[in-house]
T-cell receptor
Framework: GDSVTQMEGPVTLSEEAFLTINCTYT??????LFWYVQYPGEGLQLLLK?????DKGSNKGFEATYRKETTSFHLEKGSVQVSDSAVYFC????????????FGTGTRLQVTL | NAGVMQNPRHLVRRRGQEARLRCSPM?????VYWYRQLPEEGLKFMVY????????ESGMPKERFSAEFPKEGPSILRIQQVVRGDSAAYFC??????????FGPGTRLTVL
C-alpha cells in the first residue's frame, strides 16, 4: 500500500539556520504530495503542495520539489524563525480523486534564539 | 467563509461510555474525512463520507466505531463503549470533489 516516510525528530535549530526535513514516499501511479504544519493544540494547516513531477510547491519561505526519480518531497527553508516551531507532516493523495491522505509520522521542529 | 468546525474541542469519557464527535464542513464542501492522531504519532485515515453515503471506511475499527454524514446537519463520529486506547485527537477534514482537504481544530478525547 501507499506509505510516507519522514525523518525522525525532534529537529532543533537556531534561528536563521537552514532547514531540511526529508520525506520519501511509496505509491502506485502519480500521487499529489503535501506538507502540512501543526502548531501546538491546533489542527493541520496546508503549507504547500505539488501535483506532478518536478513541480515546486512554496509558501512562507518553505519549498519542496516533487522528485519522481527519487520518490522524494523534502521540505526546505533558508532561514527559520522561532515562529516556525511546530510539527510538520508530509502526506500523499491519489491524483484526481477525492481520496484519503496518507501521512508520515511527523517531524517536530524546535527553533531557538 | 467559516472553516471546518468541530465540537466539542475536548471530551472526557469514562470507560464504557459513548463518545459523539461532530464535524461541520466548510460551506460548499460535500466530502468529509475523519482521521485519528494517537499521541506522538501521525494522522491515520478512518473514514471518508459524502452526504448520506460512506465512500471508504477502510480505516475504521470493525467494532464500536461508526460514522454518518446526514443530508442535513454535521457529520458524526460515534464511539461506543470507549476504552483507554481510544484516547486520541480526532480530526475532521472537508473538501470539494477532487480538491485539497481543509482540517478542523480537532476533538481531543480522553478516556478515564
Amino acid at each position: 500500500g501507499d506509505s510516507v516516510t519522514q525523518m525522525e525528530g525532534p529537529v532543533t535549530l537556531s534561528e536563521e539556520a537552514f532547514l531540511t526535513i526529508n520525506c520519501t514516499y511509496t505509491a502506485t501511479g502519480y500521487p499529489s504530495l503535501f506538507w502540512y504544519v501543526q502548531y501546538p493544540g491546533e489542527g493541520l494547516q496546508l503549507l504547500l503542495k505539488a501535483t506532478k513531477a518536478d513541480d515546486k510547491g512554496s509558501n512562507k519561505g518553505f519549498e519542496a520539489t516533487y522528485r519522481k526519480e527519487t520518490t522524494s518531497f523534502h521540505l526546505e527553508k533558508g532561514s527559520v524563525q522561532v515562529s516556525d516551531s511546530a510539527v510538520y507532516f508530509c502526506a500523499l493523495r491519489k491524483t484526481g480523486t477525492a481520496s484519503k491522505l496518507t501521512f508520515g509520522t511527523g517531524t517536530r521542529l524546535q527553533v531557538t534564539l | 467563509n467559516a472553516g471546518v468546525m468541530q465540537n466539542p474541542r475536548h471530551l472526557v469519557r469514562r470507560r464504557g461510555q459513548e463518545a459523539r464527535l461532530r464535524c461541520s464542513p466548510m460551506k460548499g464542501h460535500s466530502h468529509v474525512y475523519w482521521y485519528r492522531q494517537l499521541p506522538e504519532e501521525g494522522l491515520k485515515f478512518m473514514v471518508y463520507l459524502q452526504k448520506e453515503n460512506i465512500i471508504d471506511e477502510s480505516g475504521m475499527p470493525k467494532e464500536r466505531f461508526s460514522a454518518e454524514f446526514p443530508k442535513e446537519g454535521p457529520s458524526i463520529l460515534r464511539i461506543q463503549q470507549v476504552v483507554r486506547g481510544d484516547s486520541a485527537a480526532y480530526f475532521c477534514a472537508s473538501s470539494p470533489p477532487t480538491d485539497e482537504q481543509f482540517f478542523g481544530p480537532g476533538t481531543r478525547l480522553t478516556v478515564l
